[in-house]
């Protein structure tokens, strides 16, 4: 007892000299970085009538605005990120990873070795093989595979790197959804765009730092918790803008308020609030009146960004975009618009993926060919507008599910199904990346010949996390948040950099 | 924290939901994070490793299973199915013990103990389906591991029955042990409990169970089985009326009656032991420990039972040193904005140190001893306090000496929390409703946030006075909170937040300004205190009522300017005020104007800041 008392009484006074050293820094920074804010700030509202001194205010920039950028501390090679999750998990066997001796065993019972020790979501005794339902060719100067599900992909196909031997111990959609997006299964962590903006902030102050969208008529198993903020403060988490109803929720003013009525309104609040701050001196006050200003430019902002109705006409054909539609294609003309205009990260789901064959739309042979078709045009489109503006090497596009399928046909209930299907399957399943740091063409990890498992390369969900953070300019084993007395990381206490597929 | 999907294995998730109730306790009770010592020992605080196991004992021996119904769930009768209740209640009360009495109120109250069919092993032609029950198919049989049929001379099964006429045939050990039951199960559509006959044994034995219906093709669905329940024999067999008593027990189980999710403790002969798990980890198993509390924190008294019951006499316990410094750190907390301990989800070695220890002692000694645990007469404590009562007010230079108010010159100024704003605008504007009780209510929010994939749960909007009542009464859902409370960090409830992170956001303005609960809030104040002709006046009393304090000559005039310019706006455009009013029958242009008044009172940081 004694000696824990010695010990702890040592760590406190290192921390004490170790926390005023801190302080100290922290101190003559944010004088510097707030007066340099509150300068930009009051050369367009002055709140005092008078100038202030740089001495007299101590806060930074982010106690003003919370999403004020920061340089993240390496040098990134990307600014934002458009994330696209196939929600339901698609089948990396009738997409990406071909398997030719598949074919020749579909039919045949799944050998009792790969089952053992295994759990399925719903396959239930000795399930059988299924052949890949789609064919496949070599593609482009890189020669990497995919189907003839993803005509339009071939032409991109030279700008992606795959992962093949992606792997996560979760086989249910909700907790592999949340481990894909927080790097934990359960819920309670911040999603991957959280720890990206509350790390960067935004490059774009009258748009949320964060964006998600949704198409294929749901939203994901998860809920709102994969874009969710954890324990980092709610700002950094996602906001999700709809293709009905406002695009961002009370963006829109009220019926009958015109734009000069909001203009005065808000002037009227800050006159007041300034008035306030006289009398506090409460540095809230003047982010208060900071983001009131902002909400109002964010009101005019928000709904030019997501009107795609302006685009023009081959650039809409070029995504194959549906007017007032919710769709994937709607939703990827919209991603450039969002990284173009500086938001950090943008989120897509589209539902849908989750090919058991209990439903023709579930089928992987018939309902997976329509899914691709509805993403196969819109993201060869988005890889080459963003290049033909220069954008993709400062973006960085990531395409994944939360697993991917089983090899065997899907038996729910030991009973042969109605249509062709597979089950869910973590061991082995492809993602891939494109975009700034992206080594062109390349192709990492191999799975064994039906695709069950990864036999070279095999990466894991912390791996994927690490790379993404890598390319953002963070050290993901540095890159911390402290909570419940301890510090968080994404990749929790794994995750390496996947060093095969950067430039 | 349930987790049900096909396929998830239900002792994961509650193992995980105990560890969650051990952190979640520690935090709120403790102000410490006992999360860190469930891989090893605490790195700075005296908490060893197997000690967290040793508290996680305490919890380990709930009858929640992580199943999809939730269960235990207790029962609410209605005023006529609780007079059967009752009957039932009585009767054991008048020819049994108390501790017969206890068995059937608990199992009216809530079915436990019971075996729950995930529980089930060995299934052969049945098949435990979809993590609620098992499936039995013609010659369908299974193994109940290591049951304890209570002595009794009655099964009671939980069950739905496709057909007539299937046999059931209960033995002791396997399929070739001795036979405890037989019995015919005939179709119910229905989820039932119905008891059978079994032969009376008392020790603890595998329990083998066996369908046959051969009018039934192979491989046909014939009985779902949900639970398997021993029940000690109802006393009072042999008196006149036990038949009739029996058939109201029955009726009890069956009835359909609304329900809520509780925990309640594992009976001697259902005790799990807790093993200490290697660096964390469920999977790899190490010693068994018993109930027992940090060996540095104040002794657990041996005459306390080794259950939660137990766990709760030692939090509250007078020599615990963490519970009446916690609370009062945390309630000086939501006063001042700032706990005297600022972190206050950890008072430990690792914390923040309090700022005035010797005041946070004074305070949690009074707290236990004089107030007897009153958290009423601690806030009128620490409101009644000089220290409360200063001004707010300050001067940059008092802000740069000290920006958090560590030395208390001035008053505290805290922003409200989410479901404050919406109160005070409801309260203000005359809304707000006081009912109290009852479920939670669904107020208005715009369509399409709310969305839940397979359950198909529906928000209905509330009507009448449900849709203003207190944010406490807000229905919650983890995976779509309510937008507007998300959006002034309420957080969405998935683990335990001691402490919110108030944030400044656009978003927030945005709701303030726009979320139609707050224009009709804005708007009903400016109709409780417009005074005709007299735009001044109703400005002023608007402003009064809202933040409690007087109009500056200033704000009155910048106010009274855009009365003026939303005035003209509505009297050149009325149908801008139609649009813009569109609840009131006839709306004035006076009365819009004074609305977007009322709703930029409504966003002044006097208005959405305590101070």
Not at chain 1, 163 to 183: C, E, I, R, S, Y
Not at chain 1, 358 to 384: F, M, Q, T, W
Not at chain 2, 172 to 193: C, H, M, Q, R, Y
Not at chain 2, 527 to 535: H, L, Q, W
Request: some cysteine; glycine content about 8%.
């Amino acid at each position: 007892m004694e000696d824990i008392i010695k010990r702890l009484l040592k760590e406190q006074l290192a921390r004490e000299a170790q926390a005023k050293t801190r302080r100290h820094f922290i101190k003559n920074c944010a004088q510097g970085i707030g007066g340099l804010a509150l300068s930009s700030i009051f050369m367009g509202c002055d709140p005092l009538g008078k100038p202030v001194k740089k001495s007299q205010v101590a806060f930074s920039e982010r106690d003003l605005n919370p999403l004020a950028t920061l340089a993240p501390p390496f040098s990134p090679k990307v600014k934002s990120v458009i994330y696209l999750h196939m929600a339901g998990a698609p089948s990396q066997l009738e997409m990406f990873d071909y398997k030719p001796a598949l074919h020749k065993l579909d039919g045949q019972d799944c050998p009792q070795s790969l089952l053992e020790g295994k759990k399925f979501a719903f396959i239930k005794g000795t399930p059988k093989l299924l052949g890949p339902q789609a064919e496949f060719a070599q593609e482009g100067e890189s020669g990497n595979w995919v189907s003839n599900f993803l005509p339009h992909f071939k032409k991109v196909i030279d700008e992606v790197a795959f992962l093949k031997a992606v792997n996560t111990d979760q086989f249910n959609h909700g907790p592999a959804q949340l481990f894909m997006h927080t790097g934990s299964a359960r819920l309670g962590r911040p999603s991957i765009g959280s720890w990206a903006t509350y790390g960067l902030g935004s490059e774009n102050q009258n748009l949320p730092g964060f964006v998600v969208l949704t198409s294929g008529g749901n939203a994901p198993d998860a809920g709102k918790s994969v874009w969710g903020s954890g324990f980092l403060p709610s700002v950094y988490q996602g906001v999700q803008c709809r293709s009905k109803g406002d695009p961002v929720l009370y963006i829109e003013d009220p019926d009958g308020v015109t734009r000069d009525l909001k203009k005065s309104t808000i002037d009227a609040i800050n006159t007041i609030n300034k008035e306030e701050y006289a009398k506090y001196a409460d540095p809230e006050i003047l982010a208060r009146i900071n983001q009131y200003e902002m909400a109002y430019r964010m009101q005019i902002a928000v709904p030019e960004v997501m009107n795609i109705n302006n685009e023009p006409e081959n650039i809409k054909e070029m995504y194959g975009v549906e007017a007032g539609k919710e769709s994937f294609a709607n939703n990827c003309l919209l991603a450039r618009k969002l990284v173009e205009d500086g938001v950090r990260f943008v989120q897509l789901f589209d539902w849908g993926w989750d090919t058991h064959g209990n439903i023709r739309e579930g089928s992987v042979d018939l309902g997976l060919r329509n899914k691709c078709r509805e993403i196969d045009r819109p993201i060869a489109a988005l890889i080459l507008d963003l290049k033909q503006r220069g954008l993709l090497d400062e973006t960085l596009i990531v395409w994944g599910g939360e697993f991917g399928r089983t090899p065997m046909q899907e038996n729910r209930g030991n009973k042969k199904m109605e249509f062709l299907g597979r089950d869910h399957h973590g061991d082995a399943f492809t993602m891939w990346m494109a975009g700034g740091g992206i080594k062109k063409g390349a192709s990492h990890g191999k799975t064994d010949d039906i695709g069950f498992s990864g036999i070279e390369g095999r990466v894991s969900v912390h791996d994927v996390h690490a790379t993404i953070l890598h390319l953002l300019g963070f050290d993901h084993e540095q890159f911390t948040y402290e909570f419940q007395g301890r510090n968080f990381r994404l990749t929790d206490v794994e995750g390496e950099i996947i060093k095969e597929i950067l430039a | 924290m349930n987790n049900d999907e096909g396929g998830t294995d239900d002792e994961e998730y509650r193992v995980a939901t105990v560890i969650d109730r051990v952190n979640t306790t520690f935090e709120v009770w403790q102000s410490t994070a006992m999360g860190c010592v469930q891989c090893h020992s605490h790195p700075y605080d005296p908490f060893k490793h197997e000690e967290y196991y040793k508290l996680m004992a305490f919890f380990n021996n709930t009858r929640d299973e992580d199943t999809p119904s939730e269960s235990p769930v207790l029962k609410f009768y209605t005023p006529e199915q609780q007079k059967g209740v009752d009957k039932v209640l009585d009767w054991v009360a008048k020819h049994g013990n108390e501790k017969q009495h206890t068995t059937y109120k608990n199992f009216l109250q809530f079915t436990e103990p019971v075996y729950k069919s995930h529980f089930f092993k060995e299934f052969k032609s049945s098949v435990y389906d979809d993590h609620a029950s098992v499936v039995f198919w013609d010659d369908g049989n299974l193994i109940i591991e290591n049951a304890y049929t209570n002595n009794a001379s009655l099964v009671y099964l939980n069950y739905r029955s496709h057909y007539d006429g299937t046999k059931m045939t209960i033995r002791e050990k396997d399929s070739n042990g001795p036979i405890l039951g037989e019995f015919v199960i005939n179709k119910a559509k229905k989820n039932t409990t119905s008891q059978f006959p079994i032969r009376k044994i008392d020790k603890k034995t595998d329990i083998y169970i066996e369908t046959q219906n051969n009018a039934i093709a192979k491989e046909v669905n014939i009985l779902n089985l949900y639970w398997i329940g021993f029940l000690e024999d109802m006393p009072g067999k042999e008196q006149p009326g036990w038949a009739n008593i029996n058939s109201t027990f029955i009726e009890a189980l069956n009835a359909d009656t609304p329900t809520v999710p509780i925990l309640s403790e594992n009976p001697d002969y259902m005790k799990r032991t807790t093993q200490v798990f290697d660096r964390g980890s469920f999977m790899v198993k190490t010693d068994t420990v018993q109930p027992a509390t940090p060996e540095s924190l104040n002794e657990c008294n041996p005459d306390w039972p080794k259950d939660r019951l137990g766990f709760s006499k030692w939090i509250v316990d007078k020599k615990n040193p963490l519970t009446a410094r916690t609370l009062v750190n945390r309630v000086w907390h939501q006063i001042f904005g700032r706990g005297l301990v600022s972190t206050i989800e950890d008072i430990g070695s690792q914390s923040e140190p309090p700022t005035h220890p010797a005041l946070l002692d004074w305070l949690a000694l009074r707290f236990m001893n004089e107030y007897n645990w009153s958290v009423k007469s601690l806030i009128k404590e620490i409101v009644m306090s000089g220290t409360y009562r200063q001004s707010s007010e300050s001067s940059p230079e008092m802000y740069q000496i000290d920006p958090d108010n560590e030395l208390y010159a001035r008053g505290p100024r805290i922003r409200l929390g989410a479901e404050q704003i919406r109160d005070q605008a409801l309260a203000v504007s005359g809304l707000l409703s006081n009912k109290m009780y009852g479920p939670g209510v669904m107020p208005p929010q715009p369509e399409g946030v709310w969305e839940t994939v397979y359950n198909g749960a529906k928000w209905m909007e509330s009507k009448g006075e449900d849709r203003y009542r207190r944010g406490v009464y807000t229905y919650l859902k983890r995976t779509s909170p309510y937008p507007s409370f998300l959006t002034f960090d309420a957080g969405s409830r998935e683990v335990c937040m001691i402490r919110r992170t108030p944030t400044n956001t656009p978003l927030q303005a945005l709701v303030t300004l726009n979320d139609p609960v707050y224009l009709e809030a804005s708007y009903q104040l400016a109709k409780n205190t417009m005074i005709p002709k007299d735009v001044d006046a109703s400005i002023a009393v608007a402003y009064k009522r809202a933040t409690l304090s007087e109009i500056e000559p200033t704000s009155l005039q910048t106010l009274k300017d855009l009365y003026e310019t939303s005035l003209n706006e509505f009297s050149n455009n009325p149908e801008a005020a139609e649009l813009f009013l569109h609840f009131d029958k006839n709306p004035t242009p006076q009365l819009s104007a004074m609305t977007v008044v009322t709703n930029a009172i409504m966003n002044l940081d006097e208005f959405l800041t305590k101070a």
